[in-house]
């Protein structure tokens, strides 16, 4: 079952996701999404292939919707694994 994420301008699949970094400090957070798109060449046993990650950063001054709605999204993660203690 895929589960959405709804923000202001987006709709974010979760299984699209790779990592969620948590800044507290400056109260962010980045949103690293997996790479679909790869990029390079291969000849005659040797080549190179590389990809870009793409990601969105919601700072909770510019993006105080979407930044508490992936906030909540967060925090329920980390509820469940402190449960489990």
């Known amino acids: 079952m ?8 987006r709709i974010i699949n979760v299984n699209t996701i790779r990592t969620v ?13 997996i790479t679909q798109e790869k990029h390079g060449f291969w ?3 040797s080549g190179m292939f590389s990809s870009e990650a793409y990601s969105v950063t919601y700072n ?10 992936v906030d909540t999204w967060y925090n329920s ?5 402190t449960n489990l203690k």
């Open 60 to 69: 909770k001054d510019k993006h105080p919707e979407d930044y508490t709605i």
């Open 21 to 33: 970094w948590h800044n507290v400090a400056k109260q962010t957070y980045e949103i690293e999404f």
């Open 2 to 9: 895929s589960y959405f994420i709804r923000l202001s301008n």
């Open 77 to 81: 993660f980390n509820n469940r694994f």
């Open 43 to 45: 000849l005659f046993g």
